[in-house]
C-alpha cells in the first residue's frame, strides 16, 4: 500500500510540475508577444483595429468616430535586416463637424510606412527608418486632402525588464494632387512608454503631435491606456483601452473628451 501511495504521489508531483510549467512558458509567451507589441517596428504580423470616439469637438460640440485599420506585416530583406510596413488606413463617421446639420461618413487618405531595421536589437536598443507615403484614399470630399505625400518616418526604443520607451516621427510633404487644395506640410510626432507584466497585460501612454507647418497649427492628444493578451481558440488578441485627452488643437476643433479601444489580432510566427 505504502509502495502504491508513493507512486501515486510521484506521479502527481510529475504532473503539478508538468502544469506549472506549461503555465510559465504561456506567461513567457504572453510577456513576448506583449514585448513585440509595444514595438512598432517588431517581427510580428499584427492587425491592430483602433478606434477612437471623441465628443464635444468645437462650438457645436460636434463627435467623431475614428476606425484606423492598421496592418504590420514585416519582410526579411537577409538575416540582419528587416522591413516593417505598416499601413494606417481610417475610417471616419462625424457629426456636426463642418456644420450643427452636418453628417460626413467614408474613408480617409491612407499613410503607409517602411522602417528597415536590425532583425535584432542591441542592448535593447531598436531603431528603424524609412519612407511614409501618404495616399488620397478618401471616399468623400471633407475627409480628403486630394494629395499624393511623401516624406521621411523614423523609430527608435529601448526595451528592458518589461518597460518601453521610445518615439516615432514622421514628416510628410505633398508632391502632387488637386492644385486647389492647400498643400500638405506635416509633421507627426509620437513619444511613447509602455509597462508590461509577464501575463501580457500592462499600462502605457503616448503623445500624439501633429504639426502643419503652412498653417502654424498643433494638435496633440494624450492616450494613457491599460491592455491585456487573451486568446480565443488559437487566435491570439491584445485588449486595449483608455481615455484620450486633447491638450491642444487649432481654434474651433478641440474636443473636450475622447475614448480609444483597440484589438489587435497577433499572427506569431
Known amino acids: 500500500m505504502r509502495k502504491y501511495l508513493i507512486i501515486a504521489l510521484s506521479i502527481g ?13 504561456e506567461k513567457n509567451e504572453s510577456a513576448e508577444l506583449a514585448r513585440k507589441l509595444a514595438n ?20 457645436d460640440l460636434g463627435s467623431r468616430n475614428t476606425l484606423n485599420i492598421q496592418p504590420v506585416i514585416p519582410l526579411s ?11 494606417i488606413l481610417p ?13 460626413e461618413f467614408g474613408l480617409g487618405d491612407a499613410v503607409m510606412s517602411a522602417f ?8 535593447g536598443l531598436t531603431w528603424g527608418a524609412g519612407p511614409v507615403l501618404l495616399v488620397p484614399t478618401a471616399t468623400h470630399d471633407v475627409l480628403a486632402s486630394k494629395k499624393f505625400g511623401l516624406g521621411p518616418t523614423a523609430v527608435a526604443l529601448y526595451q528592458s525588464k518589461g518597460f518601453t520607451l521610445g518615439g516615432l516621427i514622421n514628416q510628410i510633404w505633398s ?17 511613447f512608454f509602455n509597462y508590461n507584466w509577464k501575463t501580457g497585460a500592462g499600462i502605457g501612454t503616448n503623445l500624439e503631435i501633429t504639426r502643419n507647418w ?13 491592455s491585456a493578451l487573451t486568446a480565443m481558440g488559437n487566435q ?11 491638450l491642444a488643437a487649432p481654434d474651433g476643433v478641440k474636443a473636450k473628451f475622447g475614448v480609444r479601444a483597440v484589438m489587435v489580432f497577433l499572427f506569431p510566427k
Open 13 to 25: 508531483a510529475i504532473g503539478l510540475t508538468l502544469d506549472l510549467s506549461a503555465q510559465e512558458g
Open 214 to 226: 503652412d498653417a502654424r497649427t498643433t494638435n496633440i492628444w494624450l492616450n494613457p491606456t491599460v
Open 40 to 59: 512598432p517596428i517588431a517581427s510580428l504580423i499584427s492587425v491592430p483595429l483602433q478606434n477612437n470616439l471623441d465628443v464635444g469637438i468645437g462650438d
Open 116 to 123: 528597415i531595421s536590425p532583425a535584432e536589437s542591441k542592448g
Open 91 to 103: 475610417v471616419i463617421s462625424q457629426q456636426g463637424i463642418t456644420g450643427s446639420a452636418n453628417s
Open 77 to 87: 530583406l537577409t538575416d540582419n535586416i528587416n522591413v516593417i510596413t505598416r499601413v
Open 236 to 246: 491570439k488578441i491584445q485588449f486595449a483601452i483608455g481615455p484620450r485627452l486633447n
Open 175 to 191: 508632391i502632387a494632387g488637386d492644385a486647389n487644395r492647400p498643400n500638405v506640410n506635416m509633421m507627426f510626432f509620437q513619444p
